[in-house]
């Protein structure tokens, strides 16, 4: 009662405060920066984060993208010229033979590689070649853009759906006008509060970024509302608004505290997942959640008495008169059937959701990627990296390497669809020549060019990268026997040279990019990233390593079901300490923990049946957030329970319950489930919108458990709980 107090008299001091943490957060919004590299969240003992490390000591990272063009084959091989000559860029191939027909229409495909630093530039200087010409484009880099801006259009049309929706709830369950804003302008603090010491990490993901405001103002509602609530009841029994809000905010912070710990809970428990976005999504939200409950404690009660006046004078006749005895009548005329059914409910979800598919990544972002794939296959780029020193023996074993990879198959073909490496992209360079095959090339005369060799000091066979070497040390000597024009042409020849050496040879390391055509939902990746392991192990007897996005989804479906087993069971075990403490009961929190689980079962089982496959990121998440946000029904319901029944027999004592809950119950799930189904339909990402599609199913499951058949086990263990 102290602390109520202290709040209530330094209202006026705790308002200019947050005027100041605010004002100072929001120019701190975009402080953050936003990663948009899922594989950077791999633990380091992975495939991908060794290959990574490694790759990253002797090579520049790459980037790719595919494009296919409506034109023909000398066109064509033109563009992939030009845009093969952009800086940055480290390979553009164009093979003739691998032109694809598509009702009618011959498409031909370009495949690029630049550096990873100069993707983007290399990228949209392609585009703009392209801009005459009918194609399209599809990869990594184009991946990153779509989900960059994607992001970044959506979202504000996310909260803007929310909030608007979310208004009419609050006008319907709320006595004045004013009331519903003064809820907003709480909610626009936390998570301005929120946003603005997330510098406090070096970055945050894209998924942590899109879905934390918009879950922020689902899950903090309640908090707003139960203090509200009790102090729309105290102003009935007390006249001066501050000694009201006094009493109704010490009478608050148990409920308050308990939801918001429980909800803390299950996101801290995403802060042990090995794939450490957890950690960042368990972090953001956690103090977020915190952060709200601040808020509320030590901003809301100021407000609300500064605006006393106003809202008694802003009443409206809209207010909904929620009664729970309607309720609590249906059940009890159930005679247990609608719990019976509930239970069978609970258990069959139990059962389908052992079966449920899960997926790891998303192959295409948008129509243009996902036609470019139907047209010319999956391509999944994986990176080799082993031991390389450019001699005779180093290419022989990547040649046998490439050899072992080509014998792999998945669904009934071979899975090996190009390889860029120096026996391939560089072949030119490392085969053997004699003095025949120079003149050849060179349009020389055999003799001169025997000459030339003599005087430079040159015996053939010799590997071509040598003799260039060689060439380019006598190039005063020779310049008697060449012209500028085959000068220039050894010149070019030498800088595609110290290009492939770049791309493939460096510090001792030896490269190869494969590209595999097999989509990374597929179900044969796990034994094509193994085989692919074995083969690499076969040559360089362990002395290798691979990454790429396929790797990384592999990676990420081996720590998968250790993930999911921790995150279960800390989000279970903390939450039902909480509630322990919270009622001293043994009983209580075994019921509330049961019935939000089985909504749980409930939720995947059905996202399972109708989606087909659900996103990892989803199940965890959303298990999490649903588990910790959705159990402060059930807190707030039994609490409510508890105490009408120290004057009411157990059915009416629900009905009362049910009528006191009511407006927290659907205002607050409300809130949860418009807010999962906005950012479920209107965002284009999949990550997010399977997120919030999930989130929205989960709080609705959990309604309807905690209404129907949580009152049902407080009655029937009504003696117990009492005791």
């Not at 959506?154 to 803007?160: A, D, K, L, S, Y």
């Not at 801290?268 to 808020?295: E, R």
């Not at 050849?440 to 003799?447: E, F, R, S, V």
């Not at 024009?485 to 770049?502: F, P």
Request: glycine share 8%.
């Amino acid at each position: 009662m102290k602390l109520a107090r202290f709040t209530v008299r330094y209202r006026a001091v705790l308002i200019v405060l947050f005027i100041l943490a605010t004002g100072w957060a929001f120019m701190h919004l975009d402080a953050t920066p936003i990663n948009y590299d899922l594989t950077s969240y791999l633990s380091e003992d992975t495939d991908t984060s060794i290959g990574l490390q490694r790759m990253q000591a002797a090579f520049e990272e790459t980037a790719s993208f595919r494009v296919a063009l409506k034109v023909e084959d000398d066109e064509a091989a033109a563009l992939a010229q030009q845009i093969g000559a952009l800086p940055g860029t480290m390979s553009a191939a164009f093979d003739p033979e691998k032109n694809a027909v598509e009702e009618g229409t011959t498409w031909r495909l370009i495949e690029v590689i630049t550096s990873k630093q100069d993707a983007e530039a290399v990228y949209d200087a392609a585009e703009a070649l392209l801009n005459d010409v009918p194609h399209l484009s599809a990869g990594s880099v184009k991946d990153g853009r779509t989900l960059q801006n994607s992001i970044r259009s959506e979202m504000p049309g996310v909260m803007i759906v929310s909030c608007l929706i979310v208004l009419v709830i609050l006008l319907l369950m709320t006595h004045s006008w004013v009331q519903p804003f003064l809820f907003f302008l709480i909610i626009a603090v936390s998570i301005v509060l929120n946003m603005g010491t997330n510098m406090v990490f070096s970055s945050i993901s894209f998924i942590t970024f899109a879905v934390t405001a918009i879950l922020q103002l689902a899950l903090a509602m309640d908090y707003s509302i139960m203090l509200l609530n009790a102090y729309d009841r105290e102003l009935a029994v007390e006249s001066d608004a501050a000694q009201a809000m006094a009493r109704a905010l010490a009478a608050t912070y148990m409920p308050v505290l308990s939801s918001s710990l429980t909800t803390v809970a299950g996101m801290l428990s995403l802060v042990t997942m090995s794939f450490t976005i957890g950690y960042d999504i368990g972090m953001v939200l956690a103090k977020g959640i915190l952060i709200s409950m601040l808020t509320v404690f030590f901003l809301m009660p100021g407000l609300l008495v500064i605006l006393t006046p106003v809202i008694r004078k802003t009443t409206h006749r809209f207010h909904l008169r929620l009664r729970g005895n309607g309720i609590a009548g249906l059940l009890r005329r159930s005679r247990g059937g609608i719990a019976v059914l509930l239970v069978l409910l609970i258990v069959a979800g139990a059962v389908i959701q052992f079966g449920n598919v899960y997926t790891y990544t998303v192959h295409d972002f948008d129509e243009e990627s996902a036609h470019l794939s139907r047209i010319f296959g999956n391509a999944n780029q994986v990176a080799l990296i082993y031991p390389g020193d450019g001699s005779d023996e180093d290419y022989a074993r990547e040649r046998e390497l490439l050899d072992r990879l080509g014998k792999i198959e998945a669904n009934g073909r071979p899975v090996l669809q190009d390889v860029f490496a120096m026996t391939t992209t560089g072949a030119m360079a490392v085969q053997q020549y004699s003095a025949a095959d120079v003149a050849k090339l060179l349009g020389m005369d055999t003799l001169r060019v025997s000459m030339a060799s003599t005087l430079a000091g040159i015996r053939y066979p010799i590997r071509g990268d040598k003799l260039i070497e060689k060439v380019l040390e006598m190039r005063g000597t020779l310049s008697a026997f060449a012209n500028e024009e085959q000068l220039a042409m050894l010149d070019q020849v030498a800088g595609l040279l110290d290009t492939a050496k770049a791309a493939f040879r460096q510090n001792g390391q030896g490269r190869a990019v494969i590209t595999l055509d097999l989509n990374s939902t597929d179900p044969a990746r796990g034994r094509v990233i193994s085989e692919i392991k074995d083969a690499l192990n076969a040559v360089y007897g362990g002395d290798a390593a691979l990454t790429g996005m396929m790797v990384a989804t592999n990676d990420i479906a081996n720590s998968f079901e250790g993930d999911v087993r921790r995150v279960s069971l800390l989000t279970i075990g903390a939450i039902f300490l909480i509630i322990l403490f919270s009622f001293r009961s043994f009983l209580i929190p075994a019921i509330l923990v049961l019935v939000i689980q089985g909504a749980v079962w409930i939720n995947m089982a059905i996202s399972g049946l109708l989606d087909g496959s659900i996103f990892f990121m989803c199940y965890l998440i959303c298990m999490a957030l649903q588990m910790g946000a959705t159990i402060d029904y059930g807190i707030l319901l039994t609490t409510h329970y508890r105490e009408q029944r120290a004057k009411l027999q157990p059915w009416d004592a629900v009905g009362e319950a049910l009528t006191l809950s009511l407006p927290t119950l659907l205002t607050s799930g409300l809130a949860l489930v418009i807010a999962g189904y906005a950012v479920g339909f209107i965002s284009s990402v999949f990550y997010i919108s399977s997120i919030g599609i999930m989130l929205g199913r989960g709080a609705i499951a959990s309604l309807i458990l905690v209404l129907l058949l949580l009152p049902c086990l407080l009655v029937w263990t009504d003696k117990f709980i009492l005791k």
